[in-house]
């Protein structure tokens, strides 16, 4: 069983920073995929970043040069850097996983993955 816990979120002003990093442990295999989403009340969860266990990542086009996304393969965890918030970065973030191959692309859909943690809020105050 593959377990992924968040942490990192709270709330910042307009404009401030937070870093979210995500643990994973458990049967997932040696390659990975890794990525972000999140969801806010009403609204489909959307995908923030994700990244290969080569290390090649993937961002929403809206969020680029804002948001970075990294990850310690030797250590099983993935991070995700967020400056200049907005309000409408408010939003509960969760991270997923799935098995993969070393170099292969890692999707935003969110169907691509099959294991999620279970979230940890972000909010933005204007």
């Known amino acids: 069983q593959v377990q992924l816990v968040e942490s990192g979120g709270g709330s910042v002003d307009d404009g401030g920073s937070l870093r979210l990093s995500c643990s994973v442990s458990g049967n997932i295999g040696s390659w990975f995929c890794m990525g972000w989403f999140r969801q806010t009340p009403g609204k489909e969860r959307e995908g923030v970043a994700a990244i290969n266990h080569a290390g090649t990542s993937t961002y929403r086009d809206s969020l680029k040069g804002r948001f970075s996304v990294s990850r310690d393969s030797a250590k099983n965890t993935l991070d995700l850097q967020m400056n200049s918030l907005k309000p409408e970065d408010t939003a509960m973030y969760s991270c997923?996983?799935?098995?993969?191959?070393?170099?292969?692309?890692?999707?935003?859909?969110?169907?691509?993955?099959?294991?999620w943690g279970q979230g940890t809020q972000v909010t933005i105050s204007a």
């Open positions: 997923a996983a799935r098995p993969s191959y070393y170099s292969v692309e890692c999707f935003l859909g969110e169907e691509f993955y099959n294991s």
